[in-house]
């Protein structure tokens, strides 16, 4: 399904983050083997990156991270964050924001893929895809469910709801 709207090598980058919240409002999971596999069978794929916010202590999280790398992705993180803010609950919150370190991989891998599939819906990707596809000259394509994919990237991009994919890629 996601061949006819890609050319030439493929490169992939996933916002953990956001996958998270939307497999939420799904009610079901994707399985990151089936999605690599289907991607595999659809298109020329060069690389798959998977940025995510990290919990030392998640003993569960990092034996799926180990997974995802022995498999192939090539795993960005960083350490999980507590931000203390006395207007929440318990004094503060956990945060891990990679956005940064995913545009400067798709920035630096570019020579590599004439296609980039960005694995998010955060409208703060949007001036990164602008530049990938004006200066670049790079093809973009969005996939993300419809609570979590924002207008700007609709707008931007070639959006692909996960809707379509759950019969290839659902655990």
């Not at 916010?53 to 090539?74: C, H, P, V």
């Not at 960005?76 to 006395?86: E, H, N």
């Not at 602008?130 to 993300?144: D, E, F, I, T």
Request: aromatic share 14%; hydrophobic share 35%.
């Amino acid at each position: 399904m996601i061949k006819q709207f890609t050319k030439g090598k493929v490169s992939v980058f996933i916002d953990a983050s956001n996958i998270y919240f939307s497999q939420r409002k799904l009610k079901w999971q994707i399985d990151f083997r089936k999605f690599l596999d289907y991607l595999k069978q659809q298109v020329e794929l060069q690389e798959i990156y998977y940025y995510t916010a990290r919990d030392l202590s998640f003993t569960e999280q990092t034996k799926f991270l180990n997974f995802l790398e022995m498999i192939g992705y090539k795993i960005r993180s960083k350490k999980v964050k507590f931000i203390k803010d006395q207007k929440k609950d318990k004094g503060g919150f956990y945060k891990g924001n990679l956005d940064v370190e995913l545009t400067i991989d798709v920035l630096e891998t570019k020579d590599k893929y004439d296609t980039l599939i960005l694995v998010s819906g955060d409208s703060d990707f949007e001036p990164l895809l602008q530049l990938m596809k004006m200066k670049y000259r790079k093809r973009c394509l969005v996939m993300a469910t419809k609570y979590s994919v924002s207008i700007e990237l609709i707008k931007c991009a070639k959006y692909i709801n996960f809707l379509k994919l759950k019969k290839y890629i659902k655990k």
